[in-house]
């Protein structure tokens, strides 16, 4: 996998993408604080060797996850860390603290043909299996780790007004020394627009957003002309950043190209999809 080092002058510690290995979309980020703590956004996905590599790279960085926040309750986010454990007989790295805001077991089983249920049952099962305890994160708060600070903007505390899993996510903006980064996770069209009318333009103007769910069918173009991001982060691979079922760029029915065709309208001066490798930002 290609390795892509951006400097964006983020004034200390460093923020890696790492596109999924296999062809599925996902999603997972590991930073690196001014204060050399280790936080992970995400992971991936409970197979095709997103586990693996997630364990692979906290292995690498001395294993201990300080902070290690999920966005919401699907597998293409949470579920390399649901494989590390179910793989794990005794785990060999720390999770200080981790921490998610899901919703209730029996609404993730009431929508989205219940599809998510027994995948986020057993992530439960396994945290329990390890003694890994989870905290809940709530909109409004902020939290402190080695020199970052990532403000909650919003908890999926509202799921009641929702059908889907994605309008659940958490949403943070992240304060490096420099550089802030947003993080919409799959974030939905209607949570955003909910989020839009509960915080002022400025908690969301960001010049580093990463592009709600994948960079298609998520948050809308009202949503980025708030945001007016210069560098965009799609947890896109190739397929899905063309567009391609496999006939062709636009052949397939996702809207990435028309998400894309926003952000260059509204100034985006780089984009870094999966389908082009990791993204190394400093
Ligand atoms: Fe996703």
Redesign the pocket.
Known sequence: MQLNTLPVGLGGGSLLQYATRGPH???GYLLKTPEDKLVMIDGGRDDFGDGDYTRQLIREHGNRVDLWIMT?A?N??FGALSRILQDTEALDFEIADLRFTFPPLEWIGSVENGGSLPLVQEFYRQLGRHGIRSTRLYAGETIECGGLTFDVLSDGTDYADYHTI?DTSTVLRVHFPSRDVLFL??LGAESANALLSRVPAEALRCDIVQMA??GQGGAERNFYEVVRPKIALY?APMWLWECDIGKGRGSGPWQTLKTRAWLDELGVQVSCPHAYGDYLLI
């Open positions: 979309q996902g999603m919401h699907h293409d986010h994605n996770g799959d769910h994948h947890t």
